[in-house]
């Protein structure tokens, strides 16, 4: 493990990608399967691979107490390295710096004991036993490598590998094709088993797997009708776009599973939509989005929350708010199995029947559209709870205009502009989808400091202070603050929460865990130092919470200053939620 934190301290002291690249070649290539299964996952920021849903449950408190018994100091050290550095794993490898019996570097844990500790941890029930497992891995590594052993645990790599390099480096350590190392890795989620298959040149068998969620293709924000129809054009796809939950159907004979976009099993939250897929007559896997809907119109997603993280939902929270399906996307499909079980690994082509599903990542969406029409699906009209997306074609500003006012008066949340020759990228938010909110221009944030309000706020943490991600260093970065437009109720949870999850606490103001994300609304972006972004949003107010996202899923620093530019076009544009106007130069 040693080894791999000194090349992950070289990568991340050159900003150079090409020789981010070699270095991570140079270093995978004579690895034995073993090793190289954890280094590559491992490289991608998290214990465990990206299909993997393990957790590992490991706490701030936990850390703190493992760090501080090894160092003999006390829980205010680990707090104020912290705050130096906003930075976990170096945290952690300052305070170790005070350890009196330091490890000898070359007795460093093996990275495949590493990965033994890391699920070791994850299965160990409550924080005392996780603790002392971690304490125990914690005790054998020095200094540098106990720093890359938290920031794996914690998710925050933060050593600039940027999308797609991780890939390179793979294909280049095996001297195979990018595009092969790229398609294995779309299909397995797994950087560790494409590596391995790179290494002993398998590529080709790499298979996409039912009941195995796949990354979510994402989308491009995009304001300027003009712009979108010059970088899609001449003519574009135009889908309503709904706001609701973003969900994955997997089926073989009659089973049926829901993914979330963080690629949880959210099946039993659902069970209508489950069951109303039961009956259908083929197998294959579904991208689309879950909406509450009755007497013939999609509710507001308000109403929606209050089915969020309720599992096994009652008769009548069912019917109280009703959900359907709408489908945009179709990722793979073939003739109904027979089985009713899902084997949850087994290769989608491996045996029988299933030979028969097609994966259809790489065919264009013009025809993946039209296998989508062709399917046979239990729909609205016929009493049933599946829809397949409102789209219709423009090739001219005043039509993309016109459809984005219609999907408005049809209570949708704006526009999603799609490519017909684009296939379906997993994980990555490319120019084959541009999502046109236009109206207000929002952003994803996470929250990382709390303060309690004023007035009637006073006594709950209502001020929020947001960051966006600035994809150069791997860090967050403030960009504003803001009253939260949520409701009483969900201020007093979200008051609770902080409080068990404040880092660091200074007057007023909490350090909190990183990890809320908030989606947040604004008028216009300025240039500004008063945050670290150097970006100021000007009558910023959070929208929503975004439960559904991960802080790795957050807007970066690089979309705030595309989006800076766009509308900065000489003067400064107030966007209003009904027209663009100067403000003033
Ligand atoms: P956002 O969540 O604002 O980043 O916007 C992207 C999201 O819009 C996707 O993840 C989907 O959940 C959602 N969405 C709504 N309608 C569509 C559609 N027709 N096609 C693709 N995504 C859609």
Not at 527 to 545: D, M, N, Y
């Amino acid at each position: 493990m040693r080894g791999w934190s000194e090349v992950a301290e070289r990568v991340g002291a050159t900003t150079r990608t090409s020789e981010k690249t070699a270095l991570l070649a140079r270093y995978l290539a004579p690895l034995s399967g073993s090793e190289l299964r954890p280094a590559a996952v491992f490289l991608t920021g998290r214990p465990f691979s990206e299909s993997d849903r393990r957790t590992m449950g490991l706490g701030w408190a936990a850390i703190s107490t493992a760090v501080t018994n090894l160092a003999g100091t006390t829980a205010g050290a680990l707090g104020a390295a912290y705050d130096r550095s906003s930075d976990l794993g170096q945290a952690v490898a300052q305070v170790l710096t005070l350890r009196t019996d330091q490890p000898d570097p070359a007795n460093s844990p093996e990275i495949e004991e590493v990965a033994e500790a890391y699920s070791a941890i994850e299965a160990a029930s409550g924080a005392a036993a996780k603790g002392k497992i971690f304490g125990g891995l914690l005790a054998r590594c020095d200094c540098l490598t106990a720093k890359y052993v938290v920031k794996i645990l914690t998710g925050e790599l933060r050593i600039g590998l940027r999308e797609g390099l991780l890939e390179a480096a793979i294909a280049e350590a095996f001297n195979r094709p990018l595009a092969d190392v790229r398609m294995a890795e779309m299909l397995t989620g797994d950087a560790g088993e494409t590596a391995v298959l790179a290494k002993e040149g398998r590529l080709g068998e790499a298979r996409l797997r039912l009941f195995h969620p796949i990354k979510f293709m994402l989308a491009t924000p995009a304001e300027d009708a003009a712009e979108i129809l010059s970088r899609l054009g001449p003519t574009v796809w135009v889908e309503d776009k709904y706001d609701g939950i973003r969900a994955q159907l997997h089926r073989r004979g009659g089973e049926s599973r829901l993914y979330s976009r963080d690629l949880n099993d959210i099946s039993d939250q659902f069970p209508e939509i489950v069951a109303a897929a039961g009956a259908m007559p083929w197998d294959g896997i579904l991208d689309g989005e879950i909406l509450a809907y009755a007497d013939g119109h999609v509710l507001p997603f308000l109403s929606l929350q209050a089915r969020l993280g309720r599992k096994d939902p009652s008769g009548a929270v069912q019917a109280e708010v009703p959900v359907i399906y709408v489908a945009f996307d179709l990722l793979a499909v073939g003739p109904r199995s027979g089985g009713g079980t899902a084997a949850a690994s087994a290769p989608l082509a491996a045996v029988g029947p299933l030979a028969a599903v097609e994966p259809l990542l790489s065919t264009p969406l013009a025809e993946r559209r039209r296998r989508l029409e062709a399917l046979e699906l239990p729909v609205l009209a016929d009493g049933g709870r599946f829809a397949r997306s409102h789209l219709v074609t423009a090739d001219s500003v005043e039509a993309l205009d016109r459809a984005f006012g219609e999907a408005r008066a049809r209570r949708n949340e704006g526009l999603m502009v799609k490519d017909p020759q684009s296939g379906y990228s997993p994980g990555r938010r490319g120019l084959g989808w541009l999502k046109m909110k236009r109206a207000l221009a929002t952003l994803d944030c996470v929250v990382v400091g709390v303060e309690v309000g004023h007035g009637k706020r006073h006594g709950v943490l209502s001020d929020y202070t947001f960051a966006v991600r600035d994809e150069a260093s791997g860090r967050h970065v403030t960009i504003g603050k803001a009253y939260t437009g949520l409701t009483d109720r969900e201020i007093a949870e979200m008051t609770a929460w902080f409080e068990a999850h404040t880092l660091r606490q200074a007057g007023r103001y909490r350090l909190v865990e990183p990890t809320v994300v908030v989606e947040v609304a604004f008028d216009v972006i300025q240039r500004s130092t008063r945050h670290q972004s150097g970006f100021a949003l000007r009558f910023p107010r959070i929208v929503r919470l975004r439960p559904d996202k991960s802080a790795a899923q957050i807007d970066s620093l690089q979309t705030v200053e595309r989006l800076h530019g766009e509308l900065q076009t000489g003067a400064e544009y107030l966007v209003t939620a009904d027209a663009r106007k100067p403000v003033r130069d």
